[in-house]
Antibody
Framework: EVQLVQSGTEVKKPGESLTISCKAS????????IAWVRRTPGKGLEWMGS????????KYSPSFQGQVAISVDKSSNTAYLRWTSLKASDTAMYFC????????????WGQGTPVTVSS | DIQMTQSPSSLSASIGDRVTITCQAS??????LNWYQHKPGKAPKLLIY???NLATGVPSRFSGSGSGTDFAFTVSSLQPEDIATYYC????????FGQGTKLEIK
């Protein structure tokens, strides 16, 4: 069974750094892309970017380019989403999801990581 | 960027009603479109891929159609468990979601 298990709730202050994780199991990790999706009440779901676990090739949505960094660790079957300086506007629920092959759809999702950024 | 415009943004319907949501792409995306259901407190769920293909295990009351720039998602007979927000998502160029349609019971 494909499973994506995300790290827990985060509460941070503006300007702090943060890395959240997504651990995959039940499939060949290096054969798939992992995507990160942000969910906010005002904008709904937003595609942030994705990383191919086989070679760490990364693609970002223009809105998130330079704002976050996506990476993987093949040795632990884990994908990461990192901020170096959080803003209040980063407050959201973050999901990781496996991106299936052509056609490209998100076929398995993590449970979500809530992030709150507040002074 | 390819912009995806969903309508309506919210919809109220009765149990048993036929419900249709539309999604318009800012440029031709062929049939490179998926539909997801998102319920509060849960992860989103794939319903339709490639514009019209039903994902595994998804009830047949859900369907999708369209190609190019205009797409539709239909629930043929609304059930109480269908209350959720629905999103279209294109994968023709990078990826992007529509803004979502919140479906409620009248």
């Amino acid at each position: 069974e494909v499973q994506l298990v995300q790290s827990g709730t985060e509460v941070k202050k503006p300007g702090e750094s943060l890395t959240i994780s997504c651990k995959a199991s039940g499939y060949t990790f290096t054969s798939y892309w992992i995507a990160w999706v942000r969910r906010t009440p005002g904008k709904g779901l937003e595609w942030m970017g994705s990383v191919y676990a086989g070679d760490s090739d990364t693609k970002y949505s223009p809105s998130f380019q330079g704002q976050v960094a996506i990476s993987v660790d093949k040795s632990s079957n884990t994908a990461y989403l990192r901020w170096t300086s959080l803003k209040a506007s980063d407050t959201a629920m973050y999901f990781c999801a496996r991106l299936g092959g052509s056609p490209f759809y998100l076929d398995s999702w993590g449970q979500g990581t809530p992030v709150t950024v507040s002074s | 960027d390819i912009q995806m415009t969903q309508s309506p943004s919210s919809l109220s319907a009765s149990i048993g009603d036929r419900v249709t949501i539309t999604c318009q792409a800012s440029q031709d995306i062929n049939t490179h479109l998926n539909w997801y259901q998102h319920k509060p407190g849960k992860a989103p769920k794939l319903l339709i891929y490639g514009a019209s293909n039903l994902a595994t295990g998804v009830p047949s009351r859900f369907s999708g159609s369209g190609s190019g720039t205009d797409f539709a998602f239909t629930v043929s007979s609304l059930q109480p468990e269908d209350i959720a927000t629905y999103y279209c998502q294109q994968y023709a160029y990078i990826y992007s979601f529509g803004q979502g349609t919140k479906l409620e019971i009248k």
